[in-house]
């Protein structure tokens, strides 16, 4: 199936700092990029949706100004955690999927706010 | 009621066993169909993606597909303990279109 990297898989960071995510389809070009949030023992939470060249679509209850979403070519887009705290603590998944095709997924980050 | 519903099991059943995971859904607009598997704390991998009614294989996994019962399942054939993960089922209403995923069953697979 095709590849979707993400980066890094794992970050401790301090509260009040920012932490970037990226997210990259390393074989396709990924025209819709989605961004999900899973705790532990729970499925994922779609965070946002993005297109490239637009603005994100958040989901309801999701801080648009404190995870800033950019995707700005067909094989990347980023997660900005910005001032973070230990309640954004959590696993953070990407996934990019082509134009009518299925949807592939990024290993995954661990995001720990200390 | 959720979207799609998903029993979180656990499940256990013994090496060589046939599994058998569902999903029902109450959009009926809903139209594509994908099983992943994923492992602890790993991104989820896709498994199965079917987008009409009645059965798909691929080697030991079986996804079945039936839309006027509103109901998927994936059957997994000689199962073994690297199957021993949790499987998402997910679906969306077109190609590329967000995806509505169920809690997830976690299986084990023991020797």
């Known amino acids: 199936g095709a590849v979707v990297s993400q980066h890094p898989s794992w970050v401790i960071c301090k509260s009040g700092t920012s932490v970037k995510i990226e997210c990259r389809s390393l074989?396709?070009?990924?025209?819709?990029m989605f961004w999900y949030r899973q705790f532990p023992k729970q499925s994922l939470m779609l965070m946002a949706t993005?297109?490239?060249?637009?603005?994100?679509?958040?989901e309801q209850g999701v801080e648009k100004d404190k995870f800033l979403i950019n995707h700005a070519s067909l094989t990347l887009s980023t997660l900005t955690v910005t001032s973070a705290h230990p309640e954004d603590s959590s696993f953070y998944i990407c996934s990019a999927s082509g134009q009518n095709t299925e949807a592939f997924f990024g290993q995954g980050t661990r995001l720990t706010v200390v | 009621q959720k979207e799609v519903e998903q029993d979180p099991g656990p499940l256990s059943v013994p090496e060589g066993a046939i599994v058998s995971l569902n999903c029902t859904y109450s959009n009926s607009a809903f139209q594509y169909f994908m099983w992943y598997r994923q492992y602890s704390r790993k991104g989820p991998e896709l498994l199965m993606y079917?987008?009409?009614?009645g059965n798909k294989e691929d080697g030991r996994f079986t996804a079945q597909v039936d839309k006027s019962s509103k109901y998927i399942s994936l059957f997994i054939r000689d199962s073994q303990p690297s199957d021993s993960a949790t499987y998402l089922c997910a679906m969306s209403t077109g190609g590329g279109n967000k995806l509505t995923f169920g809690t997830g069953t976690q299986l084990k697979v023991e020797l």
């Open positions: 079917t987008y009409s009614s």
């Open positions: 074989d396709f070009q990924a025209t819709t």
């Open positions: 993005s297109n490239e060249g637009s603005k994100a679509t958040y």
